[in-house]
């Protein structure tokens, strides 16, 4: 979803999750692996699904 360019809120809505769990739980991503922002994060994952199907 955060590939899709989904707001927290938006995430949250769709999941039927609180957005302050999803706020929470981004963050703690963040923090874990020392990133930045979304882009960040986006692009990590982007680039893990191509390395994996290589």
């Known amino acids: 979803m955060l590939t899709s360019g989904l707001s ?3 995430i949250a809505d769709t999941l ?3 957005y302050s769990y ?3 739980k ?3 991503m963040f923090k874990k ?3 930045k922002n ?3 994060l986006v692009a ?3 680039h893990s699904l191509y390395s994996s199907n290589a």
């Open 8 to 10: 927290d809120r938006e």
């Open 16 to 18: 039927h999750f609180s």
């Open 22 to 24: 999803v706020s929470c």
């Open 26 to 28: 981004l963050c703690r």
């Open 33 to 35: 692996y020392k990133l």
């Open 38 to 40: 979304r882009c960040h």
């Open 44 to 46: 990590i994952f982007v």
